[in-house]
Structures are given as C-alpha cells and as structure tokens.
C-alpha cells in the first residue's frame, strides 16, 4: 500500500499539481486531497518508537521533498518517534542536511537492516540498565 507521503513525494517528482494528478487518475481533487493528508504518524502505534524510510530506490530529492521528510522528522520527534532515513545518495543526503535534516531529529544508517540492527542494540543496552562501578 502507498502511503500519504509516498503519494504527495511521487506528485512532487513528476512535477505535477493535485488537480493534474486528478485529471490524469480520474479521481476528484477532493479525493486526492484525502489521500495525501492520512499521516503515517496516525497510524503508528503506542508501542512502536521508530519508523524507517529507506531511500535506496529514489534517484533524486528536490526541496519540496525534503520539505516533506522535514515536516514527517518535526512530526516523528514530537511524537517520540525516531527517524531512520537509510540508503540516502551522496546527493540526497546534501538535500537533507541543507535542510537541517540531522540528529536529533533523525538518524542515518546506510541501509535498513544497518538501522534495525541499531534499534535492536539500543533496545538490548535500555533492557540491561545501566552499569555498576565495581
């Protein structure tokens, strides 16, 4: 399933507006607008304090789609959410950290198993307490 941001970031890339997108997928503006604005957040549960976006598969990011991965970062924080962006380009990741994409708000891995390894660990260290000076 495509979610909201996937949808909003694929208009962004083809460079077309929501009433293009209307006209072209025989769908209502209204619906589109609807279907753009589910959040991902809204559908993370209480117990899950991560979210992973893997890039590996985007060719380029231009600054409306790095707007939208700012506002996700804003969103995910707030929430106590961390954001792993993975497989980020050389240039990708310019385009992020032109638009102060960084730690705290979000955190790199190169791919998603090296940003799932990371959450097991910190999980593994937050289970075992902290250590006892002998």
């Not at 559908?43 to 899950?48: C, E, F, L, Y």
């Not at 992020?96 to 799932?116: D, G, N, Q, S, W």
Request: hydrophobic share 45%.
């Amino acid at each position: 399933m495509i979610t909201a941001a996937q949808m909003r970031a694929a208009r962004a890339l083809l460079g077309i507006d929501q009433k293009t997108l209307a006209e072209l997928s025989g769908l209502s503006i209204p619906t589109i607008q609807r279907m753009e604005s589910s959040s991902v957040l809204d559908r993370i549960q209480d117990n899950q304090k991560a979210l992973v976006v893997d890039f590996s598969a985007v060719p380029f990011l231009d600054s409306t789609g790095a707007n939208m991965i700012e506002g996700l970062a804003h969103k995910a924080h707030k929430h106590g959410v961390t954001l792993w962006l993975t497989g980020t380009t050389r240039d990708i990741r310019r385009v992020l950290l032109k638009h102060e994409i960084k730690r705290p708000l979000v955190r790199y891995a190169a791919t998603v198993e090296a940003a799932i390894s990371a959450l097991q660990r910190a999980r593994t260290t937050l289970r075992a307490g902290p250590t006892q000076a002998a």
